[in-house]
């Protein structure tokens, strides 16, 4: 079954407790990017890669880092967490260029982050 | 700055009824729009999308959008609301004079709920 797959589901954590919340697909999609959702604020995006070795910032990069070793794998890595990134994330894949070509995102089921 | 507005939290509507979900963009050029749907402790799902061309769209489920240039609006519709529509429902765009290609821009999402 094609899918995009986040693990864990729920995690909690203390402040400055390295952490890595991973992400995996199947679907040999080229583009990968990593949102957080907040209430009233929607989705935002944190990073994006476009293929192997190339990952780029999005709208709150701050505080996270992304690497792309592999094309299905694209972990997002929390060095030092603090409360403010206690949130909903969810990693997406895509062929090609991504929504930047008009496809479509395939999401992950997200992961329940709470910074204690 | 490419943005998106959903201007109602949530919309409320009878089974059988036509449901209506409010989206405005602002895109420098022409803008790539999508609508996407999350359920309850899932994902988000793509619903539908415009790029070019008509400028009612139809997409899953019976849902269809139609593109208004001047009034820079993507609304979601549905001739016919079902119970099993209740879900939260973001709109996003991409400009396509963005600096970075791949950014998607989401909206803060509206909850649909529908009710017997």
């Known amino acids: 079954e094609a899918q995009v797959t986040q693990n864990p589901r729920y995690l909690i954590t203390v402040t400055g407790k390295k952490l890595t919340v991973t992400c995996s697909q199947n679907?040999?999609?080229?583009?990968m990017s990593w949102y957080r959702q907040d209430p009233g604020l929607g989705l935002r995006q944190i990073y994006y890669s476009m293929n192997v070795e190339v990952t780029d910032k999005g709208d709150v990069p701050e505080g996270y880092k992304v690497s792309r070793k592999e094309k299905r794998n694209f972990p997002l890595i929390l060095e030092s967490p603090s409360p403010n990134q206690t949130s909903l994330y969810f990693c997406?894949?895509?062929?090609?260029?991504?929504?930047?070509?008009?496809?479509?995102?395939?999401f992950g089921s997200g992961t329940q982050l709470s910074v204690l | 700055a490419q943005s998106v507005a959903q201007p109602e939290d949530q919309v409320n509507v009878a089974e059988g009824n036509p449901l209506t979900v409010k989206c405005t963009y602002s895109?420098?050029?022409?803008?790539?729009l999508f609508w996407y749907v999350q359920y309850p402790n899932r994902g988000l799902q793509f619903l539908l999308k415009y790029i070019t061309g008509d400028n009612l769209v139809k997409g899953s489920y019976g849902f269809e959008a139609e593109f208004n240039k001047s009034q820079t609006s993507f609304h979601l519709k549905k001739p016919s609301a079902l119970v099993s529509d209740s879900a939260l429902y973001f709109c996003a765009v991409r400009g396509l004079n963005t600096g970075t290609a791949s950014k998607l821009t989401f909206g803060t999402g509206t909850r649909l709920q529908v009710t017997l």
């Open positions: 679907m040999n999609h080229e583009y």
């Open positions: 997406a894949s895509s062929p090609g260029a991504g929504p930047g070509e008009g496809e479509k995102l395939f």
């Open positions: 895109v420098s050029g022409n803008p790539y």
